[in-house]
């Protein structure tokens, strides 16, 4: 049986020819051609069964011949706020992890003790890109760059916000339990993680005069990239089951 080919085409129901980026894949590489089926994705719910119309070097066309539209894989909006690591490629091995397992929303902190200020944000699309193709997700997740921790606490936020942090002197909340409070499965949730060197006190401080409440993670004390997968991966086990 042929493995069916998924391709990441934003607005595809009213485009004809695959990005240049996917067509180098489906023309030079898997070597599609006319007649071959393939299915696409938008980003915003739906998959697209279509057949190869065009193949060159150049250019991918296609023809729909059926909209498929999905259910979302998970209840409520998951949006996952973290301050980068220096070392980068281990911000990207979390961000390729998080949107296989599913999140709405990521954005990159620069907070009081961060160590990077600056992330290349195209790279970043592509790997969400590829994690998304990889994990057959209808849904692409909204990246956000770098956003200063004063301004970002300061935004409004649907549903329930969270900071993690390790300081034993503010009053913390297993993140798991407070997500379990929550009666059903539409609300929206926002976890802060802070950089290695964690947020500051004060910082911590500010985020819960803001509504934030104050969380840990459990009794490990986590790497910021093992932090972001933990908090996402709490986020989408408290949701109840949609079945």
Same mark, same amino acid.
């Given at each position: ?78 949006? %996952? ?8 490629? $281990? ?6 992890? &998080?949107?296989? @397992?599913? =999140?709405?929303? %990521? ?8 160590? $990077? ?6 790279? &970043?699309?592509? @790997?969400? =890109? ?22 970002? @606490? ?90």
């Amino acid at each position: 049986m042929k493995e069916s080919r998924y391709f990441y085409v934003p607005d595809a129901a009213r485009q004809s020819a695959l990005p240049a980026d996917e067509c180098a894949h489906a023309v030079r590489v898997l070597r599609l051609k006319e007649g071959d089926e393939l299915f696409l994705m938008d980003g915003v719910g739906n998959y697209y069964r279509a057949q190869v119309t065009e193949a060159t070097s150049h250019r991918c066309g296609y023809e729909i011949v059926e909209t498929l539209p999905q259910e979302r894989q998970w209840l409520g909006r998951i949006h %996952l706020a973290i301050a980068p690591t220096k070392m980068m490629d $281990r911000m990207e091995w979390m961000t390729e992890k &998080v949107t296989e @397992i599913g =999140i709405d929303e %990521l954005t990159f902190l620069d907070c009081q003790f961060s160590e $990077r200020h600056i992330v290349k944000l195209p790279r &970043v699309e592509k @790997i969400v =890109i590829s994690a998304v193709k990889q994990s057959r997700k209808a849904w692409m997740p909204q990246l956000e760059g770098m956003t200063p921790f004063k301004t970002f @606490i300061r935004q409004p936020r649907e549903g329930r916000k969270f900071i993690a942090h390790c300081y034993e002197e503010i009053p913390r909340s297993y993140l798991f339990d407070e997500l379990q409070k929550l009666s059903d499965g539409s609300h929206a949730s926002t976890v802060l993680i802070g950089p290695e060197g964690d947020f500051s006190i004060d910082e911590v401080r500010e985020a819960v005069d803001a509504g934030y409440i104050s969380v840990h993670l459990g009794s490990s004390r986590l790497r910021t990239e093992t932090a972001g997968l933990a908090a996402v991966m709490m986020m989408q086990l408290s949701k109840p089951d949609n079945s």
